[in-house]
């Protein structure tokens, strides 16, 4: 399937293959976990990692704007990973061609740039979790006051799957239970973190351009 909606009392969030969730009725998009300019902070260690990394990432955005024309962008922390470098003048310069679109950061552990930087961009920037509706929108999952919907990021949450034939791999997943929805990272140099499966949780993991409903979450262990 192309994409899973999802009910929260009444309003329709699409779980999107390309690891974010739009909202048709309010016109906007969910994202978390981009890390632009990793690759800059591997390179400052000595590890050779190529800025090429996140062109992916850039072109699936703009893919993903262009596709929805969304009023509103929220990313749910970690946007930038780590201090300042060239990248972000090209982030900066990435937002620009979507004028008709708003921007917003809800601050995440990796979000640390000085304040001026974030002042000068074309970026709303919020440093505590802020509500939209019925939801909770923060960076680490947050237990949701009675009634809402927290969607979060920072777990960079994936599973483990398991052939017959021994075969295993791991993929992104979106991940649902008591009321905090975790969003797979957007971000394709970023890493997984494999979830253990409890009772009730839902699973969608995200293989290529499908979503794929785990009806029997993995333990891992």
């Not at 690891?19 to 590890?47: N, P, Q, T």
């Not at 017959?164 to 973190?193: D, M």
């Not at 979830?195 to 794929?212: H, S, T, V, Y």
């Amino acid at each position: 399937m192309t994409s899973v909606p999802f009910d929260f009392r009444g309003l329709i969030l699409d779980l999107l293959p390309e690891k974010a969730v739009w909202i048709s009725e309010w016109k906007v998009l969910l994202i978390s976990d981009l890390h632009f300019g990793k690759a800059s902070h591997f390179r400052k260690s000595g590890i050779p990692i190529s800025e090429k990394v996140h062109d992916q990432d850039y072109q699936m955005l703009a893919s993903l704007i262009s596709k929805y024309s969304p009023k509103q962008v929220y990313f749910l922390g970690d946007l930038f990973h780590s201090s300042w470098n060239g990248e972000w003048e090209k982030l900066l310069s990435f937002l620009g061609h979507f004028p008709t679109t708003s921007f917003h950061l809800v601050i995440g552990n990796h979000d640390i740039l000085p304040t001026t930087k974030y002042q000068d961009s074309l970026l709303k920037v919020h440093t505590q979790p802020i509500t939209l509706g019925d939801l909770l929108l923060s960076h680490e999952p947050t237990p949701p006051p009675e009634g809402f919907l927290t969607i979060c990021g920072h777990i960079h949450p994936g599973i483990l799957l398991k052939g017959r034939a021994k075969q295993r791999v791991r993929i992104p997943c979106f991940h649902y239970s008591g009321n905090i929805l975790v969003l797979p990272s957007f971000g394709n140099f970023t890493g997984l973190a494999l979830i253990n499966g409890q009772k009730n949780n839902l699973i969608w993991g995200i293989a290529e351009d499908r979503l794929i409903p785990i009806l029997s979450p993995p333990v891992i262990g």
